[in-house]
């Protein structure tokens, strides 16, 4: 069992920046993929970025490289996104996720967080 809560979201003009923050809690492996998603009103969930528990190797979505980053906080157990550089097409609900190696499907989702880009 895996209990994932998103915090950080808000309203920002174009150019600025969130710090999206996701607790993670429960049963989570050194190799899980801890994972960003977001999804915009009548649009599909789409992949933001990913983090391996134990920290290392990361991965990004194309529109993400260069101005979000994703980062473990070993300290407060939590995997934050910072998004710098937002546009209005940023606009979206983000939602944390985890799921196993072995898995081509992240199985464990937060309930998400709103990011709001005003242009």
């Known amino acids: 069992q895996v209990q994932l809560v998103e915090s950080g979201g808000g309203l920002v003009q174009a150019g600025g920046s969130l710090r999206l923050s996701c607790a993670a809690s429960g049963r989570i492996f050194n190799n899980y993929f801890m994972g960003w998603f977001r999804q915009a009103p009548g649009k599909e969930r789409e992949f933001v970025a990913s983090?391996?528990?134990?920290?290392?190797?990361?991965y990004y979505a194309d529109f993400a490289k260069g101005r979000f980053t994703i980062s473990r906080d070993n300290a407060k157990n939590t995997i934050n996104l910072q998004m710098n550089s937002l546009e209005p097409e940023d606009t979206a609900v983000y939602y944390c996720a985890a799921r196993e190696a072995w898995r081509n499907e992240y199985a464990h989702w937060g309930q998400g967080t709103q990011v709001t880009v005003s242009s």
């Open positions: 983090i391996i528990w134990s920290g290392g190797s990361t």
